[in-house]
């Protein structure tokens, strides 16, 4: 298998998330504009239902990944196990709809729709684990060509036909379905194996490890369930993904790592976990900065009643950062370890590896972050959406940071990387500049039409895009060099 190219798949992976980020935000605005906030809510709250049932696949994913890293052909033995399976849960889920239904008191029929995603989630990330290892560039073309298809067909269904939040989980199956045939299609030059009963055997026999890997995830994610029951109103919820709909601007610059996991599963390397703080960074603070600068601007792009929570994405940003933080040092762990690299693995062997410690931390970071929001909701017992949104983001910021904290130096130790200091007061002071440039031009209208609200924020954007990379070109003779790289699709 060809070495991954760190800072080749970094880059594609980065430049991929740009361009999703803007058929993204389109998306984004054909649903915050056309639906209502509780609406806004519902769509979240279906997304974390379906999280829950598309679980079983990460147990098999997880394993694929590794193994095929180690140069064994293991696809259509995965595709065989995957597909009968997600079919399966796909019927449960439609089992349980009257009960997910009721709890919120909104039509069966949304759910039913959005019950057809859970068999093509199985699928395309099936084939994604494998890609990642193999090609793992492949996954940012597939999710460019999901966010292409599904944003004409949201135009249609969501706009011309109004068909509200049907319409959008419609748009979304159809981004699927394209991201599982591309990826199938450029999957078909790597050799898929047989159907391995010793792989299959495998993976069954280790299935636990994953599922350990995954709960903590599924755990902290019935934050969303808790403020939907204790606010009886997805209120909250509206003005939370709105919150991190802008945040995300801040959490692409995460994809920069992708090549990280990859990369450490063929030769583990210090210098290779520098490189890539180093070159988030450098993205990372000019793009929080700038959010922050036009926060209620880029919040009533949205839709302008979500303006009122602006005092609350710094919290959501800073949010982000750590979170980017807390996903590199775990590539890092679980990237290093070679325990599943031998014939046999022994329990006791996997249990006293990163393998089973990194999760451990994160079920840590759960029981930490759940506990607390509980307790801090029944002390402050807030009285609006917001103030429930503002307890329930600094909760979970405080509770990651401090679990990212303890990873760092874990990680650092093993691998003896530092942070990238120099390079990033570089780009700090480089974003001061820019700052003060976008603050100087931002608009301090709002105009609620969305055509206006865009024509008045994107010159901004662009002017202070321009300015803190003019001013990197000139100061930093590393970015001039990674410049010439990603022109020219090098190492």
């Known amino acids: ?93 439609m089992a349980m709809i009257e009960i997910f239904s009721s709890s919120i008191e909104y039509p069966e029929v949304v759910f039913l729709v959005a019950a057809f995603e859970i068999p093509l989630i199985y699928i395309y990330t099936s084939l994604e684990s494998v890609a990642t290892a193999w090609r793992p560039h492949l996954n940012y073309y597939a999710q460019i060509i999901q966010d292409l298809i599904k944003l004409p067909i949201a135009l249609i269904l969501v706009v011309s036909l109004k068909l509200s939040l049907t319409g959008a989980i419609l748009a979304t199956i159809s981004g699927f379905i394209a991201r599982s045939l591309f990826l199938y299609v450029s999957l078909q030059r790597l050799n898929w194996g047989g159907v391995d009963k010793t792989i299959a055997k495998k993976f069954f026999a280790l299935v636990w490890l994953p599922l350990y890997i995954s709960i903590p995830t599924y755990i902290s994610s019935l934050d969303v369930i808790i403020i939907t029951l204790l606010a009886k109103s997805a209120y909250p919820l509206g003005y939370a993904t709105a919150l991190f709909l802008i945040g995300g601007f801040v959490s692409m610059s995460g994809n920069l790592a992708a090549g990280l996991y990859p990369k450490m599963l ?108 509980l307790i801090a909701l029944y002390i402050i017992q807030p009285k609006n959406p917001l103030d429930i949104v503002m307890i329930w983001i600094t909760t979970n910021l405080i509770a990651l940071f401090i679990i990212t904290a303890y990873k760092y130096r874990i990680a650092s130790r093993k691998l003896q990387f530092s942070f990238p200091k120099i390079p990033t007061i570089k780009y700090f002071l480089a974003s001061i500049f820019m700052g003060i440039i976008v603050y100087s031009i931002s608009p301090r209208s709002l105009p609620s039409e969305l055509y206006k609200a865009l024509q008045s924020a994107i010159p901004s954007i662009l002017i202070g895009s321009l300015s803190y990379f003019g001013m990197l070109t000139l100061v930093d003779k590393e970015f001039r060099s990674i410049l010439k790289a990603a022109l020219k699709f090098r190492k």
């Not at 793009?287 to 005092?311: C, D, H, M, W």
């Not at 690299?341 to 249990?351: A, G, L, T």
Request: net charge positive.
């Open 1 to 93: 298998m060809n070495q991954i190219r760190l800072r080749y798949t970094g880059f594609v992976a980065y430049f991929s998330s740009i361009t999703l980020a803007l058929t993204g935000l389109l998306f984004s605005l054909l649903i915050t504009r056309k639906l209502t906030p509780i609406e806004l809510g519902v769509w979240r709250y279906l997304g974390t239902l379906i999280s829950y049932f598309a679980m079983p696949i990460y147990l098999f994913s997880f394993w694929s990944t590794r193994l095929t890293a180690q140069n064994k052909y293991i696809l259509k033995t995965l595709l065989t196990i995957t597909i009968p399976l997600a079919f399966f849960i796909m019927l449960i889920f």
């Open 266 to 373: 063929q030769k583990p390397s210090g210098k290779d976990v520098e490189s890539v703080l180093s070159l988030i960074m450098m993205f990372v603070i000019p793009t929080a900065i700038g959010t922050f600068i036009l926060k209620e601007q880029l919040l009533n792009i949205l839709r302008p009643e979500y303006v009122a929570a602006a005092s609350l994405l710094p919290i959501a940003l800073l949010h982000s950062v750590i979170f980017i933080l807390n996903s590199i040092m775990d590539s890092t762990l679980l990237g290093e370890e070679r325990v599943d690299y031998k014939d046999e693995i022994r329990f006791k062997e996997i249990i006293n590896s990163k393998l089973f410690f990194v999760p451990t931390l994160n079920y840590l970071y759960s029981f930490m972050y759940l506990p607390s929001l």
